[in-house]
C-alpha cells in the first residue's frame, strides 16, 4: 500500500501522482470497465470547493482510456438534487459530447438491492449495477470538511454509489459506521483526492469556505489516502470517527504507510475543521437551556407579551431566517418530515433526528449545527 502527494495546481498533474503509486497499468487493463465516482454532490462550480475540478476528473478520463480501459462517470448527488442538473452546473457538460466519456445518472440507471455481510449499521443497500459490475473503481473525492463526518473524502464520498433517497438509511441508522459498511461492499481501487481548491468550516459537504490548497493524492487504499488528506488539513484521522472505524475495522491503517513525492510539511495547512460534538458540553447546554425554557423566558414572554424563541441546543439544528428564500428544497431531503413551511420555515425538534440531510442540500447556507 502506498501513497502519493504532489504539490500542485495544475491537474494534469494526476498523471505524476499515480506513477509514484505505480502508474494506472498496475490497476487498468485493457477492455476493463472503470468507473470514476467523484463528488458531485450539488450542482456547484470546482472553485467552490463543493465539487471534485471536471479538469482533475478528465485527466482521469484520458489515464484510463490511454490504457485500454473504458471509463464511466457515475454519480447520485445529495437527495433530492437531480444529477443532470448537477452535472451541468459543476461543468461536466461536454464530457459526453465533447470527450466521448459517458456521464451516468445514478438514479435513474439500473440499481440492486444488495446485502452487506459486514454490515454494522446498515445490512443492505441500493447500489448502482454499474458500480457493482464495474473491473476498477476509482474514486476522486475534494479535500473537503463535513458538519457531521468532520471531513468528506474517500470515505464518505462511496455515498454517493446508492441510488437517491436510499442514501437517507445510512444518516437515520447511524452515518460514521454506515459509511464504513459500504466501504465493506464497496472497494474503491484507488482513490485520488482532488485537493487543488479545497474547503473548511462547519457549512461542508456544499456551504463552507473554498481554501486554495494546490496539492493532488493517491492512493491504492482508501483509509490510507483519508489519513493523508486529514492531515494535510491540519487534522489528527484518530479524531475522525468514520476513518478510524474504518482502520479498526481492517479496511487500511492511519499511519505507518510509505508516502511518495511532497512531503506533508510540504502541503499541510490547519483549516478550520469541524468540531466532533462534546457530549459532556452538549449535555450541560440542554440542561441549562431547559432551566431557561423552564423559567425565564415564558416569564419574560408574560411580562412583555413578546414571542420569545427557544435557543437551539449544542448540536441542534440552527434556522437562519434571514438568508432563507423559502426554496423548500430542505423540506423535500428530510427523511422524518420534520420541517415546515408556512409564514417562514420552522423545524419539529422532538421530530428531527439531527441528520443535517436538510443543510446539505441548503443553496443558501441557512442551516447549520449550533456549535
Ligand atoms: S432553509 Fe435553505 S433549503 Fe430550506 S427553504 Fe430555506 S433556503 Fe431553501
Ligand atoms: S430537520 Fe432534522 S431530521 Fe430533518 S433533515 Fe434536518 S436535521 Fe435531519
Redesign the pocket.
Known amino acids: 500500500m502506498a501513497v502519493s502527494i504532489v504539490s500542485t495546481d495544475d491537474p494534469a498533474d494526476v498523471r505524476r501522482a499515480l506513477n509514484l503509486i505505480g502508474g494506472i497499468d498496475r490497476f487498468v487493463k485493457s477492455g476493463d470497465r472503470v468507473v470514476i465516482k467523484p463528488n458531485i454532490c450539488a450542482g456547484k462550480p470546482s472553485d467552490t470547493g463543493a465539487v471534485t475540478d471536471p479538469a482533475v476528473v478528465l485527466e482521469v478520463c484520458k489515464v484510463v482510456s490511454e490504457c485500454g480501459g473504458q471509463p464511466v462517470v457515475c454519480e447520485s448527488p445529495i437527495y433530492p438534487f437531480p444529477s443532470s442538473r448537477v452535472f451541468r452546473r459543476a461543468g461536466y457538460d461536454d464530457f459526453e459530447n465533447r470527450y466521448g466519456y459517458p456521464l451516468l445518472d445514478i438514479d435513474s440507471s439500473p440499481s440492486k438491492r444488495v446485502r452487506i455481510p459486514e454490515g454494522v449499521a446498515i445490512d443492505h443497500a441500493v447500489i448502482s449495477e454499474e458500480v457493482l459490475k464495474c473491473d476498477v473503481l476509482i474514486n476522486v473525492p475534494v479535500l473537503k470538511t463535513h458538519l457531521q463526518t468532520t471531513v468528506s473524502l474517500g470515505l464518505k464520498n462511496l455515498k454517493g454509489v446508492v441510488v437517491g433517497k436510499q442514501k437517507h438509511l445510512i444518516h437515520l441508522s447511524g452515518l460514521n459506521e454506515g459509511i464504513v459498511d459500504l466501504n465493506t461492499l464497496v472497494k474503491s481501487h484507488i482513490t485520488i483526492i482532488d485537493g487543488i481548491i479545497g474547503m473548511e468550516g462547519g457549512g461542508g459537504p456544499t456551504n463552507g469556505r473554498p481554501v486554495r490548497m494546490n496539492v493532488i493524492v493517491a492512493s491504492d487504499n482508501v483509509v490510507e489516502a483519508d489519513s493523508t488528506g486529514v492531515r494535510i488539513m491540519g487534522g489528527d484521522p484518530k479524531a475522525v470517527e468514520h476513518i478510524r472505524l474504518a482502520a479498526d475495522r481492517g479496511l487500511g491503517v492511519l499511519d505507518g504507510f510509505d508516502i511518495y513525492g511532497a512531503g506533508l510539511e510540504a502541503v499541510s495547512r490547519k483549516l478550520d475543521l469541524p468540531k466532533r460534538p462534546d457530549f459532556n458540553r452538549m449535555l450541560i447546554s440542554g440542561m441549562a437551556i431547559r432551566i431557561w425554557d423552564a423559567f425565564r423566558r415564558p416569564a419574560m414572554k408574560v411580562l412583555r407579551g413578546e414571542q420569545v424563541e427557544r435557543r437551539p441546543r449544542l448540536g441542534e ?1 440552527v434556522i437562519d431566517h434571514d438568508l432563507c428564500d423559502g426554496c423548500r428544497l ?1 423540506l423535500e ?4 418530515g ?2 415546515s413551511f408556512t409564514e417562514r420555515l420552522e ?1 419539529d425538534r422532538k421530530t ?8 446539505e442540500v441548503c443553496p443558501k447556507g441557512a442551516l447549520s449545527k449550533e456549535t
Not at 431531503?333 to 422524518?336: K, R, S
Open positions: 439544528l430542505c431531503a428530510c427523511p422524518v420534520a420541517l423545524c428531527c433526528l439531527l441528520c443535517f440531510c436538510c443543510a
